[in-house]
């Protein structure tokens, strides 16, 4: 007994055409499916329903006038609440945008009116068999593997975007770091002009862009970063234990051991390591100090520093103060340390020892690998610049 209709009361003819688009046989009707979940995978895949936020706040509120928590082909699937009672529902929202939303929806093919004759909404019973006029529920549940798999598609091409993002991110800021270092390396360089894009980069990636967009963005600034790194002979200061087993075969060459700072600062003096030629003085051997690496780019790639120093760190003379301090920590003694800094100047020498910090646990003799930097620092093979470099480049 009863009838379902078919024509929504007082609609449209495309209203009518809607309607019997939504229809579905009974055969079709799937299992039963928590009705929150399939909100939650159309709230993730909203966009591709050309659905929006507010949709998916009126559409809560409906579902939640179901009694039951999954929805159940088997069972009635129609609710049949007041506007009134919709829009306390929904927040408060007022009754022409509800009317506009529940429209959407109905568009949408996620809800299908079942008026009565009158065009209210009212459930009665028949010899025992219910009849509901009102919303009708159920194209979200045959629906369900479709918002499934749109979810689905969404979350992946969500993760796709945010990959990119990081990406562009961490090659505009090596793009950046570069472009400062060349400055000073290598000034004839074609700086300016990668600056500029990463500096204008950084001013789209506060947008929110497409995938098409971010693919063409992380693109540029590969191609630039490889064209830039290119123009650096870079040769990375691999701070391991390496060197330290080196640094010591080579002073045990002499009858001495790195593994006692004490014992090399005693046995080899910085003038007899730098007086390797007989046409050299020790005047002569040694060689202006090569610049510091730009102090963004070191604290940038340096953090270690920073959770040693319980002052900021915003300028030169303050991470040399900050160097100062941690030095004793470090195991380098103070004359290895006086030596570095009249070997590199101060900022390099702090550049230098932010960069072994930054590997600390690598290196097994610290106040021995600083005396070798020196010692190279001297002889103008070393380059604070490249070591940081070299970090930088290794944490992207």
């Not at 929504?8 to 055969?27: H, K, N």
């Not at 796709?160 to 562009?168: C, G, M, Q």
């Not at 963004?296 to 760190?313: M, Q």
Request: aromatic share 4%; hydrophobic share 40%; with cysteine.
């Amino acid at each position: 007994m009863g009838y379902t209709p078919i024509t929504p009361f007082g609609r449209t003819a495309e209203a009518v055409l809607g309607s019997l688009r939504a229809r579905q046989r009974v055969a079709d009707a799937p299992c039963p499916i928590d009705k929150w979940q399939i909100l939650r995978d159309l709230t993730t895949a909203r966009k591709s329903f050309e659905l929006a936020d507010r949709d998916i706040t009126l559409l809560q509120a409906l579902l939640s006038f179901h009694p039951e928590a999954r929805l159940d082909p088997t069972h009635s699937l129609v609710v049949y609440p007041s506007n009134d009672t919709i829009c306390a529902r929904a927040n408060g929202m007022p009754n022409s945008t509800m009317r506009r939303h529940l429209s959407r929806l109905v568009e949408a093919g996620l809800l299908i009116r079942r008026d009565s004759p009158n065009g209210k909404r009212y459930a009665r019973r028949v010899a025992g068999e219910k009849i509901a006029f009102g919303f009708d529920l159920s194209p979200l549940l045959r629906r369900a593997a479709e918002i499934a798999e749109r979810a689905e598609e969404t979350r992946l091409l969500d993760a796709r975007t945010r990959a990119l993002r990081e990406t562009a991110s961490l090659l505009r800021r090596d793009l950046a770091a570069l472009a400062d270092l060349g400055r000073i390396e290598r000034p004839e360089g074609p700086w300016d002009a990668l600056s500029d894009l990463a500096r204008l980069t950084a001013r789209d990636l506060r947008r929110k862009l497409d995938l098409e967009t971010l693919e063409d963005i992380e693109r540029k600034l590969r191609d630039a970063v490889l064209r830039a790194t290119r123009l650096f002979d870079v040769e990375t200061e691999e701070m391991s234990s390496s060197y330290a087993r080196n640094e010591q075969h080579q002073q045990k060459s002499q009858k001495d051991s790195l593994d006692s700072e004490h014992e090399a600062d005693v046995s080899v003096s910085p003038l007899q390591e730098t007086s390797t030629c007989d046409d050299l003085t020790p005047q002569s051997a040694e060689k202006p100090a090569a610049p510091p690496p730009p102090l963004r780019l070191v604290l940038g790639t340096c953090s270690e520093i920073a959770v040693f120093s319980p002052d900021p760190i915003h300028d030169w003379p303050s991470l040399i103060r900050a160097a100062e301090k941690i030095r004793p920590m470090t195991g380098i003694s103070e004359s290895a340390w006086a030596d570095a800094k009249a070997a590199m100047g101060p900022e390099q020498a702090s550049a230098t020892l932010c960069a072994m910090l930054q590997r600390f646990s690598e290196i097994r003799n610290p106040g021995g690998y600083l005396r070798h930097l020196t010692r190279k620092a001297r002889e103008g093979t070393f380059s604070s610049n490249r070591m940081v470099l070299a970090l930088d480049r290794r944490a992207a």
